[in-house]
């Protein structure tokens, strides 16, 4: 029997009635929160869930913040809660989930995504990174030795875990050979170095794995399932990206709006069309976004969350443009070009300036608009696919 909205309630009403959240060590009351089965509802329980549905999670999320209660801060750990967590959920097996399911949610251990490489980002499927099985292992248990490059990794340098799709088995196909791990970021020959944006700052880094060891009870799936496995996380990054559904007028939406409120001296009537063109493509996005929500609530994510997370990119990036030909002059002020590796990155607290260049990586993190599109073409439309000559020979004979 699922767990329904009026159940729900009165499960947050006793926990929080018997874990007092002012009294408590923030991370002790998200250790229980989690234990009770209130983390993310639609969960199994035992595993930070009640199996309830997921469009229960909101009401819960505001019964907590009502009460004052510390949150597990999601935007620190942005990959481990929109793509580790979901594959862990599907792919791994019960040791696995109990392992690291926890610390994921409650934030104690953050985790990156060792997926593109300098040869495979769009084309990921013939990335070069190789895993090499050794019998011999530690003890009974075989590992996994992991040499290669990766790049754009945003968080590696926060990052506890990650989650990597290395190359197993180069005499098979590319989509065949691949197998998929949790890589411990911590672990000897783990090398990670920033890169520096256009920005100015270094949210991701490139990754360099020599002789890296991985117990074979970190591989996620089955040994050359690793495509499968990728898929299922990209689908998720795709509404992890797109499918935040901010507050009407919210987001950098409300940025522009509110810029607009207080420069009246700067408007134009040609700008002011603009504004409202994109305030309505805002709200059609959002209203999109909220759809693809309950999609996602009766199943899982579908290539539909590759068309909102293109209306998120291109809306971003038309919104920052707006802003800063609305300001003018100020606008170009940049506020911050000294180096650093930031937590998170939070549009809202930064300048115009930031705002704006930051946006180009929208239409290439994720998946690029160009590859969405022709997996919209493909996958939801039904056209004829791209021409794929490479698709069934071994990845060893393939031009590199
Ligand atoms: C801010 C940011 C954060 C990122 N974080 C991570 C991360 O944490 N982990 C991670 O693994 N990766 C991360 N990435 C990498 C991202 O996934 C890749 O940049 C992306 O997949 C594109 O790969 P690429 O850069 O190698 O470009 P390429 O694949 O070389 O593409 C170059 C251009 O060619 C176009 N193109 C390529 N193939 C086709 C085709 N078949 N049809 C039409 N056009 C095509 C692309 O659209 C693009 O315009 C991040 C990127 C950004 C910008």
């Known amino acids: 029997m699922t767990v329904d909205a009026d159940e729900l309630r009165g499960i947050v009403r006793g926990f929080l009635a018997a874990n007092d959240p002012r009294g408590m060590d923030r991370l002790d009351f998200l250790r229980a929160r989690f234990d009770a089965g209130l983390a993310w509802v639609h969960f199994p329980a035992g595993l930070g869930g009640l199996g309830a549905a997921r469009e229960l999670q909101p009401l819960v999320d505001a019964a907590f913040a009502e009460a004052g209660a510390p949150d597990n801060r999601p935007h620190l750990n942005s990959i481990g809660l929109g793509m580790a967590a979901p594959t862990i959920l599907r792919f791994g097996n019960d040791e696995q989930r109990r392992r690291y399911l926890r610390p994921l949610w409650t934030g104690e251990e953050i985790w990156c995504q060792l997926f593109s490489e300098p040869g495979a980002g769009s084309d990921l499927a013939s990335l070069a990174t190789r895993a090499v099985r050794d019998e011999a292992g530690v003890g009974s248990e075989a590992e996994w030795v992991v040499d290669g490059q990766k790049v754009w990794t945003s968080l590696a340098h926060r990052a506890r875990w990650a989650i990597l799709v290395a190359r197993s088995d180069p005499d098979q196909p590319k989509h065949q050979g691949l197998t998929y791990f949790i890589c411990d970021m911590t672990a000897p020959g783990v090398e990670v170095r920033p890169l520096r944006q256009i920005t100015g700052e270094a949210e991701f880094n490139e990754v360099f794995l020599t002789g890296v060891r ?26 992890a990206i797109g499918g935040r559904a901010p507050a009407r007028e919210g987001g950098l939406i409300g940025i522009a709006a509110e810029a607009w409120r207080e420069h009246p001296e700067k408007r134009t009537h040609g700008l002011h069309n603009r504004l409202l063109r994109l305030w309505v493509d805002a709200e059609a996005t959002r209203l999109t976004s ?22 998120f990119a291109e809306l971003n990036q038309a919104i920052t443009g707006f802003e800063l030909e609305f300001l003018g002059e100020p606008g170009l002020a ?51 696919p791209e021409s794929r000559t490479d698709k069934d020979r071994p990845w060893k004979e393939l031009p590199r």
């Open 290 to 311: 909220l759809r693809l929500r309950q999609q996602l609530a009766a199943g899982d994510p579908g290539p539909e969350g590759s068309a909102v997370k293109i209306a």
């Open 214 to 239: 991985i117990p074979d009870s970190q591989r996620l799936g089955e040994i050359g399932q690793g495509w499968q496995v990728a898929l299922g996380t990209l689908m998720n990054e795709r509404v």
């Open 334 to 384: 940049y506020d911050d070009w000294t180096f650093h590796q930031p937590e998170f990155t939070d549009f809202a607290k930064r300048g115009p300036g930031f705002r704006y260049l930051r946006a180009k990586g929208n239409s290439i993190e994720g998946g690029t608009t160009e590859i969405l599109r022709n997996i919209i073409a493909e996958r939801v439309l039904g056209l004829p």
